[in-house]
């Protein structure tokens, strides 16, 4: 179980931080990092040692990223090719072609990446007896508790929903009928859009290649409008870069 503080708790914690940290500039964002940092370190362990469901997991995933992010970048849960990385947990994307694809888009668009977090919806790999299945409503709203507290603890100005199930823990709609228009999350603004592990899946199956292109351009443009929104409301933050986002 998470360990959640009572609020006079939470208040002699952070007033014993600032008690005796004179010499920081600002202690009250001293306090309030160091509190999320210790608030993310508990989730993961508690992600690590967690076996309430009966998907028999052999890979979880865990928050990843910068704790102060203005960005989280959430994801539906573990992917096949991570099981293969023969670890106990991973990070979203990692050890996938999807990481570096990532990675080269924040390159084209001006994003600082280091200023992102991120996290799955769904901790535990949802694969059952070698077939994909879409999970179960009671297996999302047990695991993603972990994601939305996350969000709460990072509270970033921003949040992108990469693909259905992150979708379905705030809104229950299909993404055909709401990817690139903006849906609240926790008080927070969220661009739903599709996920490239998705988009993969269908092109394996061949697809119609016509469907293929255009889910992948509506990924990029909805990334995209996301981060327009960032630097329109806040072009001081740390995530895009002075000139702004860079159109792909």
Known sequence: MITIFSEAEAKKAI??????????KDPMNFARSIVKINAIKKVNETIRSCDDCKI??????????NPNASVMMICDYPIDQQIKLNKECVVPFEGTKYF???????????????????MNSMQCYNKKNKIYRCPY???????????????DVIHPSMIILLGSVALSCFKKVPMNDIHGTWI???????????????IDQLEKLDYDPDKIKYLKNAM???ITTAFEYLQKKYPYNNVTNKEGVIQI
């Open 15 to 24: 007033t014993d931080i600032i008690a005796n940290t004179s010499d920081i």
């Open 56 to 65: 028999g997991a052999p890979v979880k995933t865990i928050g990843y990223g």
């Open 100 to 118: 570096d694809s990532f990675e080269m888009m924040f390159r084209r668009l001006g994003i600082n990446k280091d200023e992102i977090f991120w």
């Open 137 to 151: 409503s009671y297996e999302i709203e047990k695991c993603s508790v972990y994601m939305k507290y996350m969000v």
């Open 184 to 198: 609240d999350a926790f008080t927070i603004p969220a661009m739903p859009t599709y996920s490239p592990s998705y």
């Open 220 to 222: 990029c443009k909805d």
